[in-house]
Nanobody, 126 residues
Framework: QVQPVESGGGLVQVGGSLRLSCAAS????????MGWFRQAPGKEREFVAA????????YYADSVKGRFTISRDNAKNMLYLQMNSLKPEDTATYYC???????????????????WGQGTQVTVSA
């Protein structure tokens, strides 16, 4: 079982940058794919980015493509989301998610993930 714990959220001005981190504690003998999702007040949770277990494949929502970068360090059990050129519409609670997976698979539906963190708030001020 994997327990994701997010950190790194905060308040940033438009055009600024933040890096979110997710510590995936627990044992995952067979590996796991991971992703970032976000939920703004009054809106449904939406997919942001995903990465395969071995880190060779990534996928992004159109709204963040070219601005956000997902990466991972399996030796440290860490997942990251580098967010650049932030916009007010990026304001949301960001969640880290994980599911058991091998090789190059990644997942973009929240229904495919088994484990979720508690979230970290990102606020982009105009």
């Amino acid at each position: 079982q994997v327990q994701p714990v997010e950190s790194g959220g905060g308040l940033v001005q438009v055009g600024g940058s933040l890096r979110l981190s997710c510590a995936a504690s627990g044992r995952a003998a067979s590996g796991y794919a991971m992703g970032w999702f976000r939920q703004a007040p009054g809106k449904e949770r939406e997919f942001v980015a995903a990465i395969s277990w071995i880190g060779d494949r990534t996928y992004y929502a159109d709204s963040v493509k070219g601005r956000f970068t997902i990466s991972r360090d399996n030796a440290k059990n860490m997942l990251y989301l580098q967010m650049n050129s932030l916009k007010p519409e990026d304001t949301a609670t960001y969640y880290c998610a994980a599911r058991k997976a091998h090789g190059s698979y990644y997942y973009i539906s929240g229904l495919d993930y088994e484990y979720w963190g508690q979230g970290t708030q990102v606020t982009v001020s105009a």
